[in-house]
């Protein structure tokens, strides 16, 4: 893999996709970030997802920026477990962590919990609401500090979705710009 090429951004969306107005959808649009497309959004099978990021990540001749939002959070972080891919990643941000392990939500999503709380193999942001229904920020401020991730607390944003009236969210796209200039350590060969 050649290590001088700019990073590519994966947008990782979580349980039902990320819709039109959705942050992700709009960075897709305005940025050409690329979706990694889920063969079913509507009942999400983790090792599926798992296979297809690892897929899309071997396939990439380019380092890789992961930005995921809610489920794909909690994909990230099991994908990073048990992947031998994880050096191409320069970075992640991870936004509004979706708490598979809620008993609201567990029946929902069979298979995710539980919830990999291991030390990410490559730098991370988590960025968590006060307010979010989908996980309570003390859950998302313990997630952060099991994965690693320098935490951002955006006050009360909600799930951080369309909803929360963010538009094309450029606070967000500015978390990654660390990563997104040309990374030569970025390849399998650095980590195991």
Do not use: K
């Not at 079913?40 to 001749?61: H, I, M, N, Q």
């Amino acid at each position: 893999m050649t290590t001088d090429l700019a990073p590519e951004v994966l947008l990782l969306p979580g349980w039902q996709n990320s819709g039109p107005d959705h942050w992700q959808s709009r960075w897709e649009r305005l940025h050409g970030h690329r979706r990694v497309d889920q063969h079913d959004w509507l009942t999400p099978r983790r090792g599926d997802w798992l296979a297809r990021l690892d897929e899309v990540v071997v396939d990439s001749p380019r380092p890789l920026v992961l930005v995921a939002h809610s489920l794909g959070c909690i994909l990230t972080a099991a994908w990073a477990h048990h992947s031998r891919h994880t050096g191409r990643v320069c970075g992640a941000l991870l936004v509004a962590p979706g708490d598979v392990e809620q008993p609201d939500l567990a029946p929902a999503l069979p298979g995710w919990a539980p919830i990999v709380r291991h030390r990410l193999p490559f730098p991370s942001v988590l960025v968590a609401s006060r307010n979010d229904p989908y996980c309570h920020h003390d859950r998302a401020v313990q997630l952060a500090r099991d994965w690693g991730s320098r935490l951002v607390d955006l006050g009360p944003a909600g799930h951080v979705n369309a909803e929360s009236g963010l538009g094309d969210w450029p606070e967000g796209l500015a978390l990654l710009n660390p990563w997104l200039g040309p990374h030569p350590q970025a390849t399998d060969t650095l980590r195991p």
